[in-house]
């Protein structure tokens, strides 16, 4: 997800998906662990995209 698609989303958006983003991350990992991944820059991918969802709303908090 881009960051600029993640600026147009509403604050309860960016809750819902951060939530969706967060269980297939965890999902991912326990995948890995148990039979290593086909293409393990998947985990590199959503991680950085949670932390993109919560980068921007912790920036909204503060506004």
């Given at each position: 997800?881009k ?61």
């Open positions: 997800m960051q600029s698609e993640i600026r147009e989303l509403s604050t309860a958006e960016l809750q819902e998906k951060l939530g969706d983003y967060k269980k297939q991350y965890a999902d991912l990992k326990l995948a890995h662990a148990i039979q290593p991944l086909e293409n393990p820059i998947q985990l590199r991918s959503a991680r950085r995209t949670v932390a993109r969802l919560a980068t921007e709303l912790t920036k909204r908090e503060l506004q």
